[in-house]
Each structure stands twice: as structure tokens, then as C-alpha cells.
């Protein structure tokens, strides 16, 4: 199994009460265990190879040392390890269709993706660490320099605060005033739907269920064994 932890207890903390320290260990590897499980390692080695338990087992360690950080802790140690262990690849190159939305797994696994990609991964993987899905969106943005539509991860600490961006374009976090290369368009979560604004404000416009690439994603996801990202709201 892989190291969640324990090991890597600093000598100094040897002295606190076995149950406490056994405690903390347990915490720490919650959040990876229940995703990353036997039956989730045998299914994606059988579909996707042996490379794909090292892969699965980092993501895994990822959200179990994560699981006590502090909020933006969290935000800032999932935008980097997904920044870091995707490439960018367009979908036609990839999956040879237009527009796909990879799940996590299948991202992890080809270790590439578009950015819908890496905010699908960003997304579902904080909300497994706890993060309310309230407090993100998925949003659809045009990427200005680029002049092409892009799609980025904000996060609202509340429901009227200037958003935090995550981006693998600029791979810096930023509140979304200081994104002036970004128009955005609309966004959505697994709660609802809203028409963007460029001043910050947004109007709900229905269920993301309209979505037919999020219900396919969310199908996806399902088959291949990831329903506790599903069910962690």
C-alpha cells in the first residue's frame, strides 16, 4: 500500500500518545483510501496497464496529505499537482473528437488533457478534500491573448467575493479582477448553472443536467469506479 503518511512523522511528534499519533496517521490517509481502493487499482490496471497504479496512488497520497490543509492550502496543492502531471493536448489529437471531456482517471492515466481536463480533475478532487462544490465553477471563459475559448476553475470563498482563478495558462492563483485576459461566458457545478458577467455579477440560468458532455462525464465516472467523487458533496 502506498505511504500515506506515517512514515514521513517527524521524531519530534514520537513522544505524543500512540493513539493520537495513530489518529493523525488514519486522517491523513482517509481521503486517498477511499478513493483509490484494491477494486479501483484492478479495474484500471486491467483497462489501462501496470503504469497506471503508481499514477493512481499519487493522486491517492495527494488527497490524503491534503486532507487537513487549510482551504487555500488545498487549492494551491491541487492546481500544481494537475498543472504539473498533465501535458496540454487538444482533443482532436488525443481522443480524435472535437470536444471531449475526459474523466480523471482517463486524464491521469494518458497523463494529458485539454484544460477542460484539468478542471475537471481540480474540481471533483477538492471536493473530495471537502471544499464545497457551492464554492466552485466550472467556467467557461475566452481566453483573450488566445483569442479562443479556454476553461478555468473559480473558486468563491463567498457567493458575491471576487473569484479565485486556477489555470494551467497562468499556473499563478489569482482573484479573477486581476485576469484581464479573460472574458467569461458562463459557468455551472453540479448544483446549477449561470450567464457570466464582466463585472463579477451572474444570473442562474437552469441545471447543468442540460449539459449533454458534464451527464456523459458523470456516467463515465460512474463505470470506471470514481462514484465516491461523485457522492462527496
Known amino acids: 500500500m502506498a505511504n500515506q503518511g506515517c512514515s514521513r512523522v517527524p521524531l519530534r511528534v514520537l513522544s505524543m500518545p500512540f493513539v493520537m499519533l495513530l489518529m493523525i496517521c488514519l486522517v491523513m490517509a482517509q481521503g486517498g483510501a477511499k478513493l483509490i481502493t484494491p477494486k479501483l487499482l484492478a479495474s484500471a490496471q486491467k483497462t489501462y496497464g501496470g503504469g497506471i497504479d503508481k499514477k493512481l496512488r499519487s493522486w491517492g497520497e495527494l488527497l490524503g496529505e491534503s486532507q487537513q490543509a487549510k482551504e487555500l492550502d488545498k487549492l494551491r496543492q491541487i492546481n500544481h499537482y494537475f498543472n504539473q502531471q498533465i501535458t496540454f493536448i487538444s482533443d482532436k489529437k488525443h481522443w480524435h473528437k472535437e470536444d471531449y471531456w475526459a474523466t480523471p482517471l482517463e486524464t491521469l492515466a494518458s497523463a494529458g488533457g485539454d484544460c477542460e481536463d484539468y ?26 491573448k488566445l483569442n479562443q475559448a479556454h476553461m478555468v476553475l473559480a473558486y468563491y470563498a463567498k457567493p458575491k467575493s471576487d473569484p479565485l482563478i486556477l489555470d494551467n495558462i497562468n499556473q499563478t492563483i489569482m482573484p479573477a479582477s486581476r485576469r484581464r485576459d479573460l472574458a467569461p461566458v458562463y459557468s455551472f457545478n453540479g448544483l446549477g448553472m449561470w450567464l457570466e458577467r464582466m463585472r463579477g455579477s451572474s444570473i442562474k440560468m437552469g441545471d447543468p443536467n442540460r449539459l449533454n458532455m458534464w451527464v456523459d462525464l458523470l456516467v463515465r465516472m460512474e463505470e470506471q469506479g470514481l462514484q465516491v467523487l461523485l457522492n462527496a458533496d
Open 119 to 144: 478542471v475537471i480533475a481540480k474540481y471533483f478532487s477538492l471536493i473530495h478534500l471537502g471544499v464545497d462544490q457551492k464554492k466552485l465553477r466550472i467556467t467557461y471563459v475566452k481566453a483573450l
